[in-house]
């Protein structure tokens, strides 16, 4: 009984863990107009880190389909 509450302890902390951290924001441009786009940084609360994931991607391919470029930081 013991062991089965630690392992879910365990699980709850890294579920908390997950969704207390952010994701690098990333600027696109797009090459004819050199007009800059970001996408995150994404910070929600409650979150999980693969939801916040999945949003930044939408936003990069969104904007690469509009025919923007990524940029190094």
Do not use: N, W
């Not at 997950?18 to 797009?30: F, G, R």
Request: overall charge neutral; some cysteine; proline content about 5%.
């Amino acid at each position: 009984m013991f062991e089965a509450m630690k392992y879910l302890v365990v699980a709850l902390l890294l579920l908390l863990l997950s969704a207390c951290t952010t994701l690098d924001p990333v600027l696109l441009k797009h090459p004819k107009t050199g007009e800059i786009a970001q996408c995150g940084p994404y910070e929600y609360t409650g979150y999980t880190a693969t939801a916040r994931v999945m949003e930044q991607r939408g936003c990069i391919e969104d904007y690469q389909r509009q025919g923007y470029e990524r940029v190094p930081r």
